[in-house]
């Protein structure tokens, strides 16, 4: 029944946006992120891997891309912000080799299998430009109980220690710099990527 609920949910995006901005503080903590990782963020073209409802597309330029599985959440983006938002899988970018400055992820790997997340990993590096930056946000465990409540609650089965992310971003990145980050009652690890 929970589950039914929490799915339920998840499909409104107006809903989700509400809970996730109430959840996280307004999203300060992934701001606070972006404006110190990705500083030429309004002028370079940036790709937001696992946009969902377009909630950071505010934050980048005008060459800014969010990619999605979902087309319920593009969609939404679409009216919501006049920015570009495609469907797409992300093992498989239909985007050109090269074509991004910077790369945005947020809270998409705890969603994925190892495998699943290694070929998104493949495909983030072929559309990266060489001098490019990446950077990578992802729930982590919590100490605190309204934490650890809610990533019960969560539909991402593969929340990872630190230790573990960066063993699957090694494979094809160089992690520069990573620092846990709080944001509202949830706890991100932040990796930056070359």
């Given at each position: 029944m929970l589950d039914f609920f929490i799915d339920a949910l998840a499909?409104?995006?107006?809903?989700?946006n509400f809970l996730r901005s109430l959840l996280e503080n307004g999203h300060q903590g992934e701001h606070a992120v972006?404006?110190?990782?990705?500083?030429?963020?309004?002028?370079?073209?940036?790709?937001?891997?696992?946009?969902?409802?377009?909630?950071?597309?505010?934050?980048f330029g005008p060459d800014y891309v969010g990619v999605d599985i979902s087309s319920a959440?593009?969609?939404?983006?679409?009216r919501k912000y006049n920015?570009?938002?495609l469907v797409m899988d992300a093992q498989h970018l239909n985007l050109p080799e090269h074509s991004f400055d910077a790369i945005w992820v947020n809270g998409v790997f705890h969603h994925l299998n190892?495998?699943?997340?290694?070929?998104?990993?493949?495909?983030?590096?072929?559309v990266l430009k060489t001098a490019g930056r990446a950077v990578v946000m992802e729930d982590i465990p919590s100490s605190l109980f309204i934490s650890k409540l809610l990533g019960s609650l969560d539909v991402g089965d593969n929340i990872r220690l630190p230790a573990g992310y960066r063993q699957l971003l090694q494979e094809y990145f160089t992690v520069i710099k990573e620092y846990p980050v709080r944001t509202g009652v949830c706890d991100f690890q932040?990796?930056?990527?070359?």
């Open positions: 499909r409104r995006p107006a809903i989700l972006i404006q110190r990782e990705l500083p030429d963020r309004l002028s370079q073209r940036v790709l937001d891997l696992g946009c969902g409802t377009g909630t950071f597309a505010p934050w959440y593009t969609s939404y983006a679409r920015k570009n938002f190892d495998q699943t997340v290694s070929a998104v990993l493949r495909e983030m590096k072929r932040v990796f930056v990527l070359t």
